[in-house]
């Protein structure tokens, strides 16, 4: 397939790039973390989102190749931030899954000189489906250099509230398909009960895809919530202004 000849030649040619979206600490206001959102630049297509791009580097065996320069790239950026943020970096499963992802996470903070508490990886559930005992080592053993390890799209795929206290995770960020008809009651009890659960079980609690002020109010409102995330804030932004974001919100 084109797409996969043409996913090589990207890589070495620098044509991927990181966006960054914000996490708000709601009681502050603040920014504390910003995730990357890896981004193609196609010299044909034009922009080339994630969703075509990760499925496909994972088919190929590009997926540590290409995990491994995001996550380089975004501890590299994130040292050059004018705030001490976090920076947010996704791990797809297989990427997650791979032998010596302590060793690469441990690389990549070592050539960027980033402190290990200022990165949190974040993972989705199917990471958490398989090879249980490796999972929970690795889990394991990136909390123990000092990462933090958050649950990405709670809620979604095969979710089981068993995860939140099998494995060790420090964050669960809770899907934005929580918010749906959130005016009516149901939904609202549905986020307000998952969040209750995870910051009980000692989880911050972040949810995304915040887009109006209404919404904000309401998962405000019982304190519960540690972030947000969404459109609200911010969209995802170009790194060049990360800068700025964080300026505005310090
Ligand atoms: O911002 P956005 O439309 O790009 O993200 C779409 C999806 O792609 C999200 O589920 C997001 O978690 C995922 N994604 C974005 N960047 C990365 C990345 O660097 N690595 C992985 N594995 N997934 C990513
Ligand atoms: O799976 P993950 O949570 O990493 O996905 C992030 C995706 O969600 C990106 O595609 C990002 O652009 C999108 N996103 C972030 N904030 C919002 C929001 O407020 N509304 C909607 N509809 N999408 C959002
Ligand atoms: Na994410
Ligand atoms: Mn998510």
Redesign the pocket.
């Known amino acids: 397939r084109i797409l996969e000849l043409d996913l090589r030649k990207a890589l070495a040619n620098e044509e991927f790039e990181l966006?960054y979206?914000p996490l708000v600490n709601l009681k502050t206001g603040r920014i504390t973390t910003c995730e990357?959102?890896?981004?193609w630049n196609h010299p044909v297509r034009g922009t080339v989102?994630?969703?075509d791009i990760?499925p496909v580097a994972e088919e190929m065996g590009l997926i540590v190749d290409l995990?491994r320069w995001?996550l380089r790239k975004a501890c590299m950026e994130c040292m050059m931030w004018p705030k001490q943020v976090s920076v947010a970096?996704?791990?797809?499963s297989q990427?997650f899954h791979q032998r010596d992802i302590l060793n690469e996470v441990r690389y990549a903070l070592e050539v960027s000189g980033l402190p290990a508490s200022r990165l949190e990886i974040?993972i989705t559930e199917s990471s958490l489906l398989r090879n249980t005992q490796f999972t929970h080592d690795a889990l394991a053993q990136l909390h123990g250099e000092g990462v933090r390890i958050a649950l990405?799209?709670f809620g979604t795929g095969y979710s089981s509230l068993s995860y939140l206290h099998t494995f060790p995770l420090q964050k669960v960020k809770i899907d934005r398909s929580f918010l749906e008809g959130i005016d009516s009651d149901r939904p609202l009890t549905l986020l307000r009960g998952v969040a209750r659960l995870s910051a009980d079980l000692g989880m911050s609690v972040v949810v995304e895809g915040i887009e109006t002020n209404e919404q904000l109010e309401l998962i405000s409102a019982d304190g519960t919530v540690t972030e947000a995330q969404g459109y609200l804030f911010s969209r995802?932004v170009p790194a060049a202004r990360v800068r700025k974001l964080l300026t505005a919100s310090h």
Do not use: H, K, M, T
């Open positions: 966006y979206q990357a959102l890896l981004r989102s994630p969703v990760i995990g995001i970096v996704n791990f797809s990427q974040e990405d799209d995802p």
